[in-house]
Nanobody, 125 residues
Framework: QVQLVESGGGLVHPGGSLRLSCATS????????IGWFRQAPGKAREGALC????????YIADSVKGRFTISKDYTKNMVYLQMNNLKPEDTGIYYC??????????????????WGQGTQVTVSS
């Protein structure tokens, strides 16, 4: 079982920035792709916003491309989601998750089998 713990959420004004952190283990970083997901209020959880694989490949969803980046710190066993130029529609609970892909470079959403508890991000003036 892979443990993931998100932190760093909060209230930010439109145009502002936040960095979310996902604390996990070295085993998770070495063996699993790590992705960030979002669930907006009253909506189902979206597909992956960003994914980083064990081979160093990175996926960024079109909806956040140019604003969000994902990175890993092996010294701290952390995965970060840097979010810039935040918009009200970025409001939601953000989750990090770990998974393996059976057939492609990036796991499908259903292939992420380990999830954190989430951290709330609110973008509002």
């Amino acid at each position: 079982q892979v443990q993931l713990v998100e932190s760093g959420g909060g209230l930010v004004h439109p145009g502002g920035s936040l960095r979310l952190s996902c604390a996990t283990s070295r085993v998770a970083l070495d063996d699993y792709a790590i992705g960030w997901f979002r669930q907006a209020p009253g909506k189902a959880r979206e597909g992956a916003l960003c994914i980083t694989t064990t081979e160093g490949s990175t996926y960024i969803a079109d909806s956040v491309k140019g604003r969000f980046t994902i990175s890993k710190d092996y010294t701290k066993n952390m995965v970060y989601l840097q979010m810039n130029n935040l918009k009200p529609e970025d409001t939601g609970i953000y989750y990090c998750a770990a998974g393996h892909s059976a057939h492609a470079i990036f796991p499908l959403t259903e292939e992420f089998t380990n999830w954190g508890q989430g951290t709330q991000v609110t973008v509002s003036s």
